[in-house]
């Protein structure tokens, strides 16, 4: 019997608290209700969409952030206790941006004892020289890094490629392209690569940033931050995560709501002709739950939807 447990017990009958104990073991509970969250979401989106299969080799790839590390970490727990056998292979591409500490993250991964590929590949110099000063350098990057890690999962035999996106990652990206790019497209838990030749999965699709962020506090994970672009201001990206973190903090509950739209498409009601053949709508004559209520009121329950019953439109 824990000897936090009976001296908590012993405080609660006598009315005497041991402050610092109570607060570590409250600490204790909350990390493992993240623990177990983090868990059951990672599982929950690989069984739904059915991302690792038996004898895949996955191919994890970790950049040195929050997110990666968060994505392997609770990969590895799931695979403990997995009912199907697969393998979990991490792979770092070194940009060989100035000053990057190429050393954390091979001793990292040797303390795990988990198979690793670091592959070195000046994208740096080829970004810098190409983008002129003050433009955003994601998009080129991240075409350089894609064609490097599909030859590199090749080269290691991988079945599926592990990206470390998460909740609000496809939230943002569902936002930039209705913003900036005219299309209601967001970013899939799970697509064959631009090149037909490997599938990419993103296990983190379920989970919250920050709970990734508390995870990464707790586990004191080795961050290693982006000099490329992650000093970078006003990128589109940045500007939408501020507004959504807006949202959230003044209506609790809209990102939620949000995200759960995602998995609720009805394209009979949007005005895509190409998803929804609207020239041959015809009357039938039997009535259709789905069907349009063209003069009544849109109605929204207030608690399926917190916090936008305060907004003003």
Not at 12 to 31: M, N, V
Not at 105 to 111: D, S
Not at 137 to 161: E, F, H, N, P, W
Request: aromatic residues 6%; positive net charge; proline residues 5%.
């Amino acid at each position: 019997m824990s000897a936090v447990w009976i001296k908590d017990e012993i405080a609660s009958e006598t009315g005497q608290t041991d402050a610092p104990a109570a607060k570590q073991l409250k600490i204790e509970r909350e990390t493992h209700k993240l623990e177990k969250r983090l868990c059951r979401q990672v599982g929950q989106a690989i069984m739904d969409f059915n991302m690792i299969e038996e004898g895949d080799r996955v191919m994890v790839c970790v950049s040195g952030g929050k997110d990666s590390y968060g994505l392997l970490d609770i990969l590895l727990k799931l695979q403990a206790r997995a009912p199907i056998n697969f393998e979990l292979i991490a792979v770092n591409l070194d940009q060989k941006q100035p000053g990057f500490p190429a050393h954390i993250l091979p001793e990292y991964l040797k303390k795990l004892g988990l198979p690793f590929h670091i592959e070195t590949q000046d994208t740096y110099s080829i970004v810098k020289k190409v983008i002129a000063e003050g433009k955003t350098m994601c998009s080129l990057c991240s075409r350089l890094r894609r064609g490097i890690l599909y030859r590199v999962a090749d080269q290691l035999k991988i079945t599926k490629i592990a990206l470390g996106h998460h909740r609000d990652d496809m939230l943002q990206t569902f936002f930039l392209n209705m913003f900036f790019g005219g299309k209601l497209k967001g970013m899939p838990p799970k697509l064959v690569s631009d090149d037909g030749g490997h599938i990419v999965i993103r296990p983190l699709a379920n989970v919250a940033e920050k709970d990734l962020t508390r995870w990464a506090a707790h586990r004191q994970f080795p961050i290693i931050p982006c000099s490329l672009c992650g000093s970078q201001e006003n990128l589109q990206r940045q500007q939408i995560g501020n507004m959504l973190r807006e949202w959230e903090k003044k209506y609790p509950g809209r990102i939620e709501s949000m995200f759960t739209a995602l998995h609720n498409v009805v394209p009979s009601h949007l005005m895509d002709a190409t998803r929804h053949n609207f020239k041959v709508i015809k009357t039938t004559g039997v009535p259709d739950a789905d069907g349009d209520k063209v003069f009544d009121e849109e109605e929204f329950a207030p608690a399926s939807l917190p916090g936008l019953q305060a907004l003003k439109i």
